[in-house]
């Protein structure tokens, strides 16, 4: 199908991005890569009278480390951050990740930014801005606001922000000294959307686990940082022998829902044999790079 | 409302006056006549109508025309000539990867920005990249020799 007639504006600043939402009543809408956006125009699943075009707004494609943090603007396209140094040696985590947002053509376009404020439920941005902990930074009509990633995913393809609010910036903070990562997922297809998803990351102490990073996706309306999993694994020394606690962990500490993708009950053993797997992944690369 | 729109296609100049809501590919086969790129899904899973946007692959149905103003186009019809094709499509004629031909011109456009990015140094790799582009006559296992056979040329180790 085609997308319904709007109007179309291309400010070129944050600021007449949002005077152009305000304009708008509420019948506007913003596209920045227009990946997930563009398909539910043609589908005419939504209808907004103006279309907000972010692309001509400079500045706000870029990687930077400032101090501790790395500091990626909103229109950082996918296929920028699966490309970069920075983020490989930074946030390697989010480096595995990549290639398994969509295709390639489809990272060509998307950005972070889009992908964070459509909240797909099974995307891996969401998710990875979750398990690092990530600040999102947005612009409105009363100026900016900063909100923690884990209360920006409010349920299934929606976030926190207002309507006249736009994502400008996502700060992950480095997660220093963490020797032992891994990600995985499970999908259909490669690259299709994940059925269930894991990150896990930590520093090892004296052979023990210590500051341990926990997030999963697919199990929930969210993305979700597993805290207790966290708190039960800080500690442990035993090595790869903690990979099936820690999968009972996993699983004990998620409830996932039916529904047309899968059962409840196969998402829970998918993520528990995902954590399993990664687990162990992460010990032998953390004991690896240690020796 | 419409909207003027500047665009070099295989090395040409356009310029048109469009809706804002018309999209790329049909901005493509409709007002300039390249039907050479195929719609098949029309939201953005079949790879069909995949395109190359400043270098880099685009769906053509997801971008809107508008969007692609002062951008440079790649078609299939600017890859190579009936009479010199270019090294992708010589391998997938030598290969036979095409039945109905469908799916063609964007498994092509995507093998050329699968060669420039990635080792393809497996047939695994190479169906792994190549997964968002659907062949509906399950053509794969001719399509991913293909592109075996031009990564090898690339990297010098043809046979």
Redesign the interface.
Known sequence: ????????V?PESLEAAVEALVSAEGEGKVMAG??SL??L???RMTRPSV?V?L?RIPGLSSIQLKGDTLAVGALTRH?DLE?SDLIKTKLPVMAAAM?HV?????R??GTIGGSLSHADPAAELPMLAVFYGATIKARGPNGRREVLAEEFFVSALANCLEPEEIVFEIDFPVLKGHIGWAFDEVAR????FALASIALSFALSDGRIADARVAAMGVADTPLRLRRVEDAINGSRDGAEGASRFAELVRASVSPSNDVHASAAYRKHLIGALAEKAFRSAWSRAVGEKS | ?K?DLAVTVNGRKYEARV???L?LS?FLRDTLGLTGTHIGC???VC?AC?IL?NG????S????A??ADGAEIVTVEGLGSRDQLNALQNEFREKHGLQCGFCTPGMLI?GM??LK?YPLASDEEI???L???LCRCTGYQNIVAAIRAAAALRDGSAP
């Open positions: 199908m085609k997308p319904a007639a709007f109007d179309y291309a227009g990946q563009m398909p125009l043609n589908f279309i075009d692309m296929a490309f290639p969509a295709h390639l053509a489809i060509n376009r297809r490669f690259g299709d | 409302m909207k809706e804002p809501r999209l049909d029309e939201h953005g790879g995949t946007v880099d692959s685009v769906r149905c997801l971008m809107l508008v969007r995507t920005d699968l990015k169906r792994e990249r997964s968002g582009n």
